[in-house]
């Protein structure tokens, strides 16, 4: 019988070797928590809690509601959890106080016009500070390579964007609605120079842009906690949640398999998938791990001590 962990043991394990150290300084780690079901709230709320007190951007996802076997669908799930408009106020008072301009009493959490903002608190027009934050943004977001092509010229356009009176519409909603998959067509983003969709194919690299854009702007990293629970389910209990097949349970695996491999690109990242007994199946009919290989030699430890628990393995048995 395998060994299990206490989850409040765990917890403090998880904090201390990664979330308050390893992944702020821009670590990253994917782990795989096996726990019952009556546990799942009180570990995400945890987990929750504390990525906010460290100033993490926190993500949950559940596959009840987001298709977890489809890349897109996972950037999309993240995107609608983000305030964007917040994200580019920040790196805007970012900027500016790079540059010398005093911000310390400006708050990105308010809705008015940032650059105005700044203007007034150093004495200065608005189009004076936009003037010269312009070249910032060129430097810092429009020539960041670390980001997507199209990604970056998304959040350059948010920026700029900000610079808008309260009477006037605000401009950037068909790249939030873009970002968010509300509207996925690339001809609703043409006018922003945007000429690819985020799709299947694209989708990997959208969110490790979106991940660097977080701590580009000032988060600590960001934590994302995916409950998978619900692949585990056969046959479709028909109760209105997703239902998945065991294809779409393969493509889940091989899409957490591709985001081990390219943990060097999650840069400040911590990934917790929360999952069920039902995962550690090895039998090939089953849809536990076993059935895809490359995942399960991934995350199993090759020694495992007869009597103690590895906190830091990459799965753990909680209790």
Same mark, same amino acid.
């Given at each position: 019988?395998?060994?299990?962990?206490?989850?409040?043991?765990?917890?403090?394990?998880?904090?201390?070797?990664?979330?308050?150290?390893?992944?702020?300084?821009?670590?990253?780690?994917?782990?795989?928590?096996? /726990?019952?079901?009556?546990?799942?709230?009180?570990?995400?709320? &945890?987990?929750?809690?504390?990525?906010?007190?460290?100033?993490?951007?926190?993500?949950?996802?559940?596959?009840?509601?987001?298709?977890?076997?489809?890349?897109?669908?996972?950037?999309?799930?993240?995107?609608?959890?983000?305030?964007?408009?917040?994200?580019?106020?920040?790196?805007?008072?970012?900027?500016?106080?790079?540059?010398?301009?005093?911000?310390?009493?400006?708050?990105?959490?308010?809705?008015?016009?940032?650059?105005?903002?700044?203007?007034?608190?150093?004495?200065?027009?608005?189009?004076?500070?936009?003037?010269?934050?312009?070249?910032?943004?060129?430097?810092?977001?429009?020539?960041?390579?670390?980001?997507?092509?199209?990604?970056?010229?998304?959040?350059?356009?948010?920026?700029?964007?900000?610079?808008?009176?309260?009477?006037?519409?605000?401009?950037?909603?068909?790249?939030?609605?873009?970002?968010?998959?509300?509207?996925?067509?690339?001809?609703?983003?043409?006018?922003?120079?945007?000429?690819?969709?985020?799709?299947?194919?694209?989708?990997?690299?959208?969110?490790?842009?979106?991940?660097?854009?977080?701590?580009?702007?000032?988060?600590?990293?960001?934590?994302?906690?995916?409950?998978?629970?619900?692949?585990?389910?056969?046959?479709?209990?028909?109760?209105?949640?997703?239902?998945?097949?065991?294809? /779409?349970? /393969?493509?889940?695996?091989?899409?957490?398999?591709?985001?081990?491999?390219?943990?060097?690109?999650?840069?400040?990242?911590?990934?917790?998938?929360?999952?069920?007994?039902?995962?550690?199946?090895e039998d090939a009919r089953s849809r536990?791990?076993?059935?895809?290989? &490359?995942?399960?030699?991934?995350?199993?430890?090759?020694?495992?001590?007869?009597?103690?628990?590895?906190?830091?393995?990459?799965?753990?048995?909680?209790?």
């Open positions: 019988m395998a060994h299990t962990i206490p989850l409040h043991d765990w917890l403090r394990h998880l904090d201390a070797e990664y979330v308050s150290t390893f992944i702020k300084e821009g670590g990253a780690s994917i782990k795989f928590a096996v /726990m019952e079901d009556g546990r799942k709230p009180q570990f995400s709320e &945890a987990v929750e809690t504390r990525g906010r007190e460290l100033n993490y951007a926190v993500v949950k996802l559940d596959a009840v509601e987001t298709k977890v076997h489809m890349p897109q669908d996972v950037f999309f799930g993240l995107a609608k959890q983000v305030d964007w408009r917040f994200l580019a106020r920040l790196m805007i008072v970012r900027l500016a106080r790079g540059i010398g301009y005093d911000v310390d009493a400006i708050n990105p959490g308010e809705t008015t016009n940032v650059f105005e903002a700044v203007g007034k608190r150093n004495g200065l027009d608005s189009q004076s500070v936009l003037r010269e934050l312009r070249r910032e943004l060129e430097t810092r977001v429009s020539k960041e390579y670390r980001m997507d092509k199209d990604f970056r010229v998304a959040m350059t356009s948010l920026c700029l964007c900000e610079n808008v009176r309260q009477d006037q519409e605000y401009g950037g909603q068909p790249l939030i609605d873009w970002l968010t998959g509300t509207n996925t067509r690339v001809s609703s983003v043409k006018s922003f120079f945007i000429n690819t969709g985020i799709n299947r194919t694209t989708a990997r690299h959208f969110i490790e842009s979106a991940l660097f854009w977080f701590r580009h702007v000032g988060h600590a990293g960001t934590v994302i906690v995916l409950d998978n629970s619900r692949i585990m389910l056969s046959p479709n209990p028909k109760d209105g949640g997703r239902y998945y097949t065991k294809a /779409m349970v /393969m493509d889940h695996y091989e899409l957490l398999r591709e985001f081990i491999d390219g943990t060097d690109q999650l840069a400040g990242t911590l990934m917790v998938i929360v999952t069920n007994g039902a995962f550690l199946d536990g791990f076993g059935i895809y290989q &490359a995942l399960r030699t991934r995350i199993m430890d090759d020694v495992r001590d007869k009597n103690l628990v590895n906190p830091i393995a990459s799965m753990v048995r909680l209790s």
